[in-house]
């Protein structure tokens, strides 16, 4: 990482900022400075009022970044380094982790890891390059279950030296809410309910932290979405009706273009995916774009209302495909293999059951997909009763996280290429995060992807396989963590190293 250097940076159309200045309906971070390619920046965490509920509900309390929820859109180029001065103005310790940007180990943001956690009224400088263009986003990594969901995270974009030509840069940050009646934060962080089940899924979904209402677009406008789910717990699939979408990134690096399946964007927590959205439907009309992740509880999230002028007479046919960003490319040849297998949650021994047989039968080769699936982890009956003995709800390797220092669960030689082959043997879904690397996700339940996705979080099924592939090229020890921060929080986290 420390040898990349940026492309040669090209003027970009000043007609693109523009008009993402004026869609996001968000100011951006002010620049302090910028002398030779270093920005600088300050985030202060404190509390603050947002108009979350629409009137006439009041305010509601919350934490976010320099008073604005979402926070601050952060937004450079490729190349560029970010000098990020976080003052913490809560009364109780933060960091911040910069989500999916590989960053050196010292800048990650993780408390007591790799750096101590900042103090109330202190302040921590990070400062690391922008390696990756793509739609990346902040947060803290302390008690994140508690502290992201009260609303502190921000966008963070980096810009490609010469973007796709789009008429306008959208970014919609995604997050819901446990509301009272009266539009007040419900304060029930970290629930053990929350924490066994599917975590702390809200009542009130916003975009860039409100509930909203309509979104203006044109006819034959091009605009390139940067959708972000920064919810604690919450799953999107979101439906753009009539719209055709085409995924261009998934979680900040490009990908080969193309519509989703089944037409429906899916993002877990912490993942982004940009696309591209050509208006078609007809002036004047409204299409409303739907969450169908949730069955039975599908919701209309937005309405897209166009204006009664088309803004040309047909959909513009520029390009969509995103110039790739300096990833070394995993070796499946020569690739170190390591086996990780997700446990525990409500009915985790019923899953169990259900994919090996018996507890009686534990000891003995199950046949057929599941229990070849649960071979690995059977044979080791010390960790199963570890687990059973141990207080915690969720475990990698039959071992609950306590807090982020821990002794690494992987060694991963480093320069070298590793394919970690996952198996989540619970009934939840999963969104797995690895700190300071994207990684190729190769093969769900034994089937090869047919894109090779880079990701940073992958989203895994119940009973899931998923095997991902990656060069292991940042040196230092990186967590490794379910994205449901409630999950999280009750042990489901690890850590890798990289030497
Ligand atoms: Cu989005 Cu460990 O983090
Ligand atoms: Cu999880």
Redesign the pocket.
Known sequence: MSDFRAPTLTRRAFIASAAALSANAMLPLQSIALAAGVREFRLRAGSGRAQIAPEPYGETLVWCYDGKLPGPEIRVRQGERLRIAVENGLEEETTV?W?GVRVPNAMDGVPHLTQPPIAPSETFTYEFDAVDAGTFWY?P?QRSFEQVGRGLYGPLIVEEADPVRVDRDVTWVLSDWRLTKTAEMRNDFGSRHDMMHNGRVGNTVTINGRVPDIFRVRKDERIRLRLINAANARIFALDFGSHEPVVIALDGQPVEPHAPEGGLVVLGP?MRADIMLDMTADAGSQVSVIDRFYEGLEYRLIDLAYEDEPLRDKAPDWPVVLPPNPLPEPDLATAARHEVTFNGGMMGAMVMREMGGSMGDMGRDSSGAMGGMMGGMMGNMSDMMNMMHSGGIWFINGVAAEGHVMDPMLTLARGKSHVIAMTNATAWDHPM?L?GHSFRVISRNGKPTPRREWQDTVLMSPRERVEIAFVADNPGDW?F?C?VLEHQAAGMMGVFRVA
């Open positions: 982790h989500h947060h990594h912490a995060h700190h967590m963590h994205h």
